[in-house]
Nanobody, 115 residues
Framework: QVQLVESGGGLVRPGGSLTLSCIAS????????MGWFRQAPGEEREMVAS????????TYSDAVRGRFNISREDDKSTLYLQMNNLKSDDTAVYYC????????WGQGTRVTVSS
């Protein structure tokens, strides 16, 4: 079955950087559009970035555009989110998801931005 395992979160100071990884299994990763989502305490889960199959096109939310970069390595079935110039508002649990499969989530990885 489809499995997604996120990693790379942690505690970082404002202005710092982190790179999140998501290892996918149970499907042919290269054939699917993927996205990164986040859920802050007390907030709804929101999509922050997406990447189409073949890494052809990417999208970003207004909140992260210019600071975050989504990428993928299809031969490793891995999705990445490079996060730069982190702000306290970026504090959240981050999840990856296959965009067409709305009910399957990983356990998430927690990012805390604090001085």
């Amino acid at each position: 079955q489809v499995q997604l395992v996120e990693s790379g979160g942690g505690l970082v100071r404002p202005g710092g950087s982190l790179t999140l990884s998501c290892i996918a299994s149970g499907f042919v990763f290269s054939g699917y559009h993927m996205g990164w989502f986040r859920q802050a305490p007390g907030e709804e889960r929101e999509m922050v970035a997406s990447i189409m199959s073949g890494a052809r096109a990417t999208t970003y939310s207004d909140a992260v555009r210019g600071r975050f970069n989504i990428s993928r390595e299809d031969d490793k079935s891995t999705l990445y989110l490079q996060m730069n110039n982190l702000k306290s508002d970026d504090t959240a649990v981050y999840y990856c998801r296959r965009l067409d499969l709305k009910t399957v989530w990983g356990q998430g990885t927690r990012v805390t931005v604090s001085s």
